[in-house]
């Protein structure tokens, strides 16, 4: 019997459910472990990195990061592409992708940390997933309250703060209202099978389903939304990808309103103040002004994304569809 690929993650942890609901939408065989303090000296023995997700290959190579590791295991495991034929397509994918990384990031933190509800529901499943289910209550409440000080403390890694909180939630449910018109009539972002763009931005809405306040927003009010979150969990191909004609109306406004409006400005002007050696920076975003601290791995992941367009630089349609949209100034 082949030796299953293992992959070791969290539950709460948007980059590690992102790549195994990629492993079970290619039926790769793979172990899912739990990183609980039991397991840390295995994983710390692959690990180049402290971080989730690891997968460690039958070869036992080490694998880290989520979109190197499904861009690795895509070369591996052609059958049923995450990446769209059409050029205009794959490159959209790839945008979309990098969004739900980068920006989808933020409302998901957001909601988990602010407030108690969720801290509180948040910190007692990460304590679970350490310490393991049969864990005294007692080690479970004392893990919970050392988890909830530490993460409440982190919020503004991604900008959260009460200044930024109101801009912050209302583009979360612009998100989801525009994702909801897109998905009434398809299964997945693209058509009718995932995209790398879908498993980009499914992780953090999965993530915010889970949690009490942003999943209460998604079950009663987006109910398409939802349905594509819990096709999402153990994805299948149900048909082919669409063409950017049937697309165009309704993914367009995603491209314009979040992804040009939002995300792209946003992580230009993280970069441009990691060069001038700023502590923070502010970006008018849609008339408000964000602030935050810069941070590096953000700028790192905009120069890759910048390096992948010159790759479909001359596609004279894709073009046309990220100048109309604004997303074009950003990726030259």
């Not at 909601?111 to 005294?136: H, I, T």
Request: charged letters at 25%; aromatic letters at 12%.
């Amino acid at each position: 019997m082949t030796t299953p690929y293992k992959l070791y993650g969290y539950e709460l942890s948007p980059y590690s459910v992102k790549v195994r609901s990629y492993l079970r939408y290619k039926k790769i065989p793979h172990e899912w472990i739990v990183r609980t303090l039991e397991k840390m000296p295995e994983f710390q023995q692959h690990a180049k990195l402290p971080l989730v997700p690891l997968v460690v290959t039958p070869e036992n190579e080490s694998l880290q990061d989520s979109t190197p590791i499904i861009e690795t295991l895509e070369k591996s495991f052609a059958e049923n592409s995450i990446t769209p034929n059409d050029k205009t397509l794959a490159f959209i994918s790839y945008l979309i992708e990098e969004f739900g990384d980068e920006w989808g990031n933020k409302p998901m933190f957001h909601y988990r940390w602010r407030r108690e509800v969720d801290q509180d529901s948040a910190a007692f499943r990460l304590a679970k997933e350490q310490l393991g289910e049969q864990a005294p209550e007692d080690a479970l409440q004392n893990v919970k309250a050392t988890v909830k000080s530490r993460m409440v403390d982190r919020v503004w890694f991604v900008g959260s703060s009460d200044e930024t909180a109101p801009f912050i939630e209302s583009n979360f449910k612009e998100l989801l209202s525009l994702l909801e018109d897109h998905l009434q009539t398809r299964s997945y972002l693209l058509g009718n099978r995932p995209s790398f763009g879908d498993f980009g931005l499914y992780a953090q809405l999965y993530e915010c389903y889970t949690d009490p306040t942003p999943g209460t927003l998604i079950k009663e009010q987006f109910p398409a939304v939802c349905n594509w979150i819990e096709r999402m969990i153990n994805p299948t191909a149900e048909g082919e990808f669409e063409s950017w004609t049937t697309l165009s109306d309704t993914l367009f406004p995603l491209l314009k309103e979040q992804i040009a409006g939002c995300f792209l400005p946003w992580s230009q002007a993280n970069a441009q103040a990691l060069m001038a050696n700023e502590e923070t920076f502010s970006v008018t975003l849609k008339g408000f002004g964000f602030a935050q601290k810069p941070q590096k791995y953000h700028a790192k992941s905009l120069h890759t994304l910048r390096e992948r367009y010159q790759s479909f630089a001359t596609d004279t349609e894709l073009n046309q569809i990220l100048d109309a949209s604004g997303c074009l100034e950003f990726l030259t």
